[in-house]
């Protein structure tokens, strides 16, 4: 029954995603993002959906009447820089021929961001955006928490497949769309449905816990202080993240004392050496080789030449092969310095994007929905920072949706008559300082008013 439901769901909107691409993006986000075709068990499970959503939305910008346009915004250059880097990358990689397998993969992801970025226009494409992206996660974040809750925290929750398929990613997943949650809560207009949000954040944060991840664990702390510096009501709201934490820690099998300190006594922990050693390896790959060792540098050849030497301090033995097992090492490790320097180029200019927003919009009622967005973004983007300094995720969908919702949302406020009857300078000024005051004004899509 799953199999044909999901089938039929996606059949039905291909037809939609030729004419309006943007309904694409809607299927693609859903298909990426929630993995639902991993929760069939026939031939649905391992069914191209995906391949078949990005090819309709691709044929569809030809077809469409729509406007197709890509915003002019630093973070889209960059990307676009970095997308031509990571191909240099795989043809200069020391397995060119094995590294293009993982630059597919990857190149899918990053096109069908620079596609939702050139037709998601008006204010219903970015709400309808946030709203797939966020309970796409928090589904399993439900699911985890009330498992978490049946089991007492006995059960290790894990992911459905794809990049969040175990426990650590999963765990980060969902820690990254509890922010979109409670922007849906201060945005939605139906009581019934802010109480439904309202559990689904509990939930979501027990379903962390139930990874029992140590990475999800140290960014839940930070995401916590920032959650909390962005509430509107910050008594309230820190008043119930205290209790709820409180009520969901004295349930679970371990203590908060055992995480901390297999955090901070690596020294004897082998999967901490383990980690440290790939990150040492991708150190010194990136140091000899410019452009990294490519996809494929998970490879016992690249180990043998550039792992660390074993010692007696080392808890782990370094010539074993492991995941970069964080967002920066793998970068660095797969595409070199300069591949690391434009990855956190994109990310810093994201979260300058959001502050920008957030500056632009505050003390404007009719924008206090993008004062509330943006806020939320920086938030989940924190624990995307934070977490995935641990864990292999630097490709993972749903980060790159968060800079889409920011892109699309800036170019969407430049159009609205307020923005419009500003002089060029000051609308630029309020977005990009000097060099965006310099900008010519933005052009208005065919019809818009």
């Given amino acids: 029954m799953r199999d044909i439901l999901i089938t039929a769901i996606v059949l039905g909107a291909l037809p939609f995603a030729l004419r309006h691409p943007?309904?694409?993006?809607?299927?693609?986000?859903?298909?990426?993002?929630?993995?639902?075709?991993?929760?069939?068990?026939?031939?649905?499970?391992?069914?191209?959906?995906?391949?078949?959503?990005?090819?309709?939305?691709?044929v569809g910008l030809f077809l469409t009447k729509d406007p197709v346009r890509l915003p002019r915004s630093a973070p889209v250059y960059v990307l676009i820089a970095f997308v031509l880097w990571m191909c240099a990358t795989t043809a200069l990689a020391i397995f060119p021929g094995e590294s293009v397998e993982g630059l597919e993969r990857v190149f899918k992801i990053m096109l069908m961001t620079l596609v939702a970025m050139a037709v998601l226009h008006e204010k219903k494409h970015i709400q309808v955006f946030v709203w797939i992206n966020t309970l796409s996660l928090a589904f399993y974040g439900i699911k985890g928490?009330?498992?978490?809750?049946?089991?007492?925290?006995?059960?290790?929750?894990?992911?459905?497949?794809?990049?969040?398929?175990?426990?650590?990613?999963?765990?980060?997943?969902?820690?990254?769309t509890i922010p979109f949650l409670y922007y849906l809560r201060l945005t939605a207009e139906n009581r019934w449905v802010r109480h439904g949000l309202v559990v689904s954040m509990l939930l979501c944060v027990v379903a962390v816990l139930g990874t029992q991840s140590r990475g999800a664990f140290l960014a839940i702390a930070v995401m916590s202080f920032v959650l909390w510096l962005r509430s509107p009501r910050k008594i309230l709201f820190g008043t119930g993240m205290v209790i709820a934490g409180i009520a969901a820690l004295s349930v679970m099998p371990w203590s908060v004392e055992e995480k901390i300190r297999s955090i901070t006594e690596y020294q004897t922990d082998g999967s901490a050496w383990g980690r440290l050693n790939a990150w040492e390896t991708a150190i010194n790959v990136a140091n000899d080789r410019p452009t990294g060792a490519g996809f494929e540098m998970y490879n016992p050849f690249v180990w043998q030449l550039y792992a660390p030497t074993a010692d007696d301090r080392r808890a782990s033995d370094p010539s074993i092969v492991r995941a970069a097992h964080s967002i920066y090492f793998q970068v660095l490790g797969e595409h070199g310095w300069p591949g690391l320097a434009l990855f956190l180029l994109l990310w810093l200019f994201t979260l300058r994007q959001a502050s920008r927003l957030r500056s632009r919009t505050r003390g404007e009622p009719r924008f206090?929905?993008?004062?509330?967005?943006?806020?939320?973004?920086?938030?989940?983007?924190?624990?995307?920072?934070?977490?995935?300094?641990?864990?292999s995720l630097a490709y993972v969908d749903f980060a790159y949706n968060v800079m889409v919702i920011l892109v699309v949302t800036q170019r969407w406020l430049l159009l609205q008559p307020e923005m419009q009857s500003l002089p060029v300078?000051?609308?630029?000024?309020?977005?990009?300082?000097r060099a965006a005051s310099a900008m010519p004004p933005p052009v208005l899509p065919e019809g818009a008013k």
Avoid at 35 to 52: C, I, S, T, V
Avoid at 153 to 172: A, D, K
Wanted: glycine content about 18%; hydrophobic content about 55%.
């Fill in 145 to 176: 928490g009330l498992y978490t809750i049946r089991t007492a925290g006995g059960g290790m929750v894990w992911g459905p497949g794809g990049f969040i398929e175990g426990n650590n990613e999963v765990g980060l997943a969902i820690l990254t």
């Fill in 368 to 391: 206090t929905w993008i004062f509330h967005l943006a806020g939320m973004s920086q938030v989940s983007l924190v624990g995307f920072a934070v977490g995935g300094a641990f864990l």
């Fill in 425 to 433: 300078r000051a609308a630029g000024a309020a977005f990009g300082g």
């Fill in 22 to 58: 943007y309904i694409g993006v809607y299927l693609w986000t859903w298909l990426s993002v929630m993995n639902p075709h991993r929760l069939a068990w026939g031939f649905a499970y391992n069914a191209p959906f995906a391949a078949m959503a990005a090819g309709a939305t691709l």
